[in-house]
């Protein structure tokens, strides 16, 4: 597959939350949604290395990569200098990315992925997706908590995968083009408070929570089935269930609750949140005919920003093992 530059956005299709305990998640990247770094050096520079970004009320300004230890984006320089045996100065790193903060869309990996690749081409040199993997593995688990690797593996593969924390990922085949509407609630919101609110949830009530993710991790496993033999119908179903063990593990919203029921009055198949949640976004099933309906309804029930993408079946030329991306 030939991949653009930098890395996509990502949504998680079933099973968040309950991947943090060793459940299947499926997750789908966002092509046309993405983040790109390019790195420029200035010879008469004063040694510094400088990050310039949109999301940055002001450029970072980095006088020694070893002490760069309280920043997401100096933490993925860092890693990727010291992983490719290089050094950086007089250099500014300017990232764009079309995919907003804190809204379960990835966008921390998404920088982190795109970071690390500008940095490897800067020395003339492709890092193997695995180690790539592994580094911004790296800069999520310091800044975001206990992540279960699932955002940085479907960023940096740029594949549909079905994912088991702490095992190689499978790929996910679709048997038929499928259509989702992304709806951004426009809240921002921390997915760390929400897994950490989860696990305390889970620790005080672990009789009634454990049957909670164990429930998701039953529904992902028939969802994977679903999307492979073209049960579209059934697909839209799993996602309405899962979005209310969400409901039940407290990661949903009002907003987000009325942009599913916005959806469905639309005529969607299926919707439910996607990612940490709390805020952040939903995602819709659609076909092409519903779709027009579907986003307006939820523009009616006030989504800040809708984005439309498909899963298309592999072309054949796709047809690769999850060994072949490492
Ligand atoms: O980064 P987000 O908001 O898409 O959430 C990631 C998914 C969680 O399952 C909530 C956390 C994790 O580490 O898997």
Same mark, same amino acid.
């Given at each position: ?26 997750? &789908?990247?966002? *092509?046309?949604?993405? +983040? /790109?770094?390019? !790195?420029?050096? #200035? ?5 510094? @290395? ?33 992983? &490719?045996?290089? *050094?950086?100065?007089? +250099? /500014?790193?300017? !990232?764009?990315? #079309? ?5 379960? @869309? ?221």
């Amino acid at each position: 597959m030939t991949h653009l530059p930098g890395a996509p956005a990502k949504i998680i299709l079933f099973g968040e939350h309950a991947v943090v305990y060793g459940q299947p998640a499926i997750a &789908l990247p966002v *092509s046309t949604l993405r +983040a /790109t770094a390019s !790195i420029t050096f #200035d010879p008469n520079g004063d040694g510094t @290395l400088r990050i310039v970004s949109d999301d940055l009320t002001a450029p970072l300004t980095i006088r020694s990569l070893a002490d760069a230890v309280d920043d997401a984006l100096a933490m993925a320089v860092r890693l990727a200098v010291e992983r &490719l045996g290089i *050094s950086l100065a007089n +250099a /500014t790193i300017t !990232i764009q990315s #079309d995919i907003p903060v804190a809204s379960g @869309l990835g966008s921390g990996a998404a920088v982190s992925t795109a970071i690390v690749r500008a940095v490897a081409a800067s020395a003339g040199r492709v890092l193997p997706n695995e180690i790539t993997n592994a580094i911004v593995y790296e800069v999520e688990r310091i800044f975001h908590g206990t992540p279960s690797g699932i955002d940085n593996t479907v960023i940096v593969y740029e594949t549909p995968i079905y994912f088991v924390r702490n095992q190689p990922f499978e790929l996910i085949r679709p048997r038929e083009p499928l259509h989702f509407i992304i709806a951004d609630s426009g809240i921002r919101a921390s997915t760390k408070l929400a897994v950490g609110d989860v696990r305390t949830l889970l620790e005080a009530e672990p009789e009634r929570i454990r049957p909670v993710i164990e429930a998701v991790g039953a529904l992902v496993r028939e969802a994977k089935d679903c999307i492979e033999l073209g049960r579209i119908d059934r697909l839209g179903d799993l996602m309405m269930s899962n979005h209310e063990l969400l409901q039940t593990l407290t990661v949903s919203s009002p907003e987000l609750d009325a942009l599913v029921a916005a959806a469905l009055d639309g005529g969607a198949v299926g919707a439910k949140l996607s990612g940490g949640g709390r805020g952040g976004n939903m995602i819709a099933l659609v076909t092409p005919q519903t779709r027009a309906s579907v986003e307006a309804h939820l523009r009616l029930a006030g989504a800040a920003r809708l984005h439309y993408t498909v899963l298309n079946p592999p072309a054949p030329s796709d047809e690769t093992t999850s060994a072949d991306h490492a």
